[in-house]
């Protein structure tokens, strides 16, 4: 006997990974609108690059990275944020911005967990634990829950979610950009400023 596939259900499917496929591709987009003409700098000193001792480009985040908030039961993490470091910064960086945004939250526009710039130039990484408090290396923004320090995920039990890390290097000053901002407000800010963009990719699982 052969198993007839429910139609209906794989339409559903379908349309969740291409509803994803497309936020992916919209924050794409921004970036590469906001750096459009800022890359030459990045080639001449090689490949701006943005990694983490916490985890591999692609890798499942493990549960401490996770959102701790215990009203909500898919919240089983110790909120810590992840290590990130970059190096070769296009000529010209004055800060940098960075943005850790869920493709699959709040559909249909995406959550973005952890929003901070005014990050100075010399700054060269931010260590684990260092994005869930406020700190002298960076401006905090607000992130979709309205607060200014990282928010781990909180992805619902059975599926996965799919994170988005971005840095971007801008010719602001640290101290252009006032606290708590949103994602929108800032990409608006870094048009005509953006010198480059890195990024990396992780995923999240509810153990």
Known sequence: MTDNPDPDAAKANNKKVSVMLIRVSILAAIVALIVAGGTEGAKAQGAFTLSSSSFK?????VVKYGGNN???????GDNVSPALSWTHPPAGTNSFALIMFDADGRPPIGF???LAYGIP?????????????????FVGGQNTA??????????PAGTTHHYVFTLIATDLEPTALKEGMTREEVVKALEGHAKGA????????KP
């Open 57 to 61: 480009d692609g890798d499942r985040l």
């Open 146 to 155: 309205k607060l200014s320090s990282y928010l781990g995920p909180c992805a």
């Open 121 to 137: 130039a010399s700054v060269t990484g931010l260590a684990e634990g260092e994005g869930s408090k406020p700190g002298d290396k």
């Open 70 to 76: 215990k009203s909500n039961p898919n919240c089983v």
């Open 198 to 205: 890195a990024g990396l990719f992780a995923t999240y699982t």
């Open 112 to 114: 973005v967990h952890w």
